[in-house]
């Protein structure tokens, strides 16, 4: 739609308060190398790219360029790609038009299969050392908040977006978040801009929009500062947020210098401290947060549990199990399976989320290339196998054999195990079969386990194996 100009109203938003949010914004290693704008051709981007063109025209601004990302939702979405590339071509700007595929997986809302989308393409033609600037404002904030607090989120939900977040390569920026939609209009009707209006904005069957079209209006009318109280209340939750991660931090030094958490340490905590340090522990080892429902599953059975017990907890994406006083998480699902498959030397043999096993170059240590006469194959742990470890004279099951090196239970089963013709020739990284094991100053080949995960018990308190 086009806009014309407004009457003389003083401005809230101009583009030398927009500069002082950016500076508030910026992370403390200084400005980035250059600005990228997320390109929507709505007013509220569309009212950033200006502004920020208007002060690179002044001078002193970083290298400006745009990228629109056209999810092919809408009839007309090639026509708004037009205008983003005629806008940003009008003001001197570089506009990137990136086409991806937005459509919804089965149980997934089609906002966040297009927002998925669009952020993967950013975030994939973010330069090193740029900063993504997004439109977010001050009422993003404010329905962004009611919307987990209806959903039931926590502090974090109530701290709201923040003004600056590590992003791809760079950095995302939100410099509008002190400004409100209605004073972004009001700079746009002045400057008299065009931009677009997404007819899907106007549909209440999504969340956000009934909350903008049906809530909001009612609130403001009581409340008119609804909008900056909330961005105020969001800064003072980051505060805590912050404090609060500190602190777990702290705990989860003190209890735990290794990949597996200790329950006596654990139980040596109040409740809530209990909560937070299992929080911290998870993020540490990279998993998806449990429900709270099912984070107090896992501190009632990892203290409640009988010590012959081996409790587990899931949840989508992870498993923790307690085994011998500690507790021991995992990723689950599709990408820590595994298949067995035969094994190139000369390459990596996955095993999803569980790494990969290479074969090294050695020379007396691990396999006698000369014994290596039939192609290899990994599997996992071949039920009734027996095995004969290097140095030894007896053949032993081995399943026991395992027991006896302190592999932890749930590990035994899909152990990867190296076959050579018809016979185990390597168990893992663990240890070789005398049949198959190098002499002394011997070629061979030392299977190595890239990203292991914890194997033993006694790997439990020793500092965490990279990956």
Known sequence: MACTAAGETPLSFTPQRLRAALAAALPGGGPPSALCVALSGGLDSTVLLAALA???????????????????????SACW??????????LGVPCEIVRV????????????????????????????????????????????????????????????MRAAVPFAAGWQLRPLLAFTRDELR??????????????????????????????????????????????????QAVEALELDAAAAAADLASVTPGQALAIASLAGLEPARQRRLLRAWLRARRLPPPSAATLEALRRDALAAAPDRVPVTRWPGAAVRRWRGHLYAE???????????????????ELGALGRLELRAARGVGLSRSRLAAPLQVVPR????????????????????????????????????????????AVADLGCD?????????????????DRPLLTSQEAVAPARGG
């Open 382 to 425: 071949p039920a009734g196998a027996v095995f004969r470890p290097a140095g030894s004279r007896h053949r032993r099951d081995l399943r026991r054999w395992l027991q006896q090196q302190d592999v932890l239970p749930w590990r035994r089963a899909t152990l990867p195990v190296v076959i050579c013709g018809s016979e185990i020739a």
């Open 434 to 450: 005398a049949r198959f094991a190098a002499g002394p100053g011997e070629d061979a080949w030392q299977v190595v386990w890239i």
């Open 186 to 235: 009001a700079w746009a009707l002045h400057r008299g801009l065009e931009w677009l209006e997404d007819p899907s904005n106007a549909d209440p069957r999504f969340d956000r929009n009934y909350l903008r079209l049906e809530v909001l209006p009612a609130l403001r009318r009581r409340w008119p500062a609804a909008a900056r109280t909330v961005a105020r209340v969001a800064r």
């Open 101 to 160: 595929t937005a459509a919804a997986a089965p149980g997934e809302s089609p906002e966040a299969a297009a927002r998925a989308a669009r952020y993967d393409a950013l975030a994939g033609r973010l330069r090193a050392g740029e900063a993504l600037l997004t439109a977010h404002h001050a009422d993003d904030q404010l329905e962004g908040v009611l919307l987990q607090w209806l959903r039931g989120g926590g502090l974090s939900a109530l701290a709201g």
């Open 54 to 76: 208007s002060l690179r025209d002044a001078g002193g601004l970083s290298p400006l360029r745009a990228v629109h990302v056209d999810h092919g939702l809408h009839a007309d």
């Open 331 to 349: 990723p689950v699902g599709p990408a820590a399976a595994w298949s067995a498959g035969a094994w190139d030397p000369a390459r990596p043999f």
């Open 81 to 90: 790609s037009g205008h983003c590339a005629g806008f940003a071509g009008r």
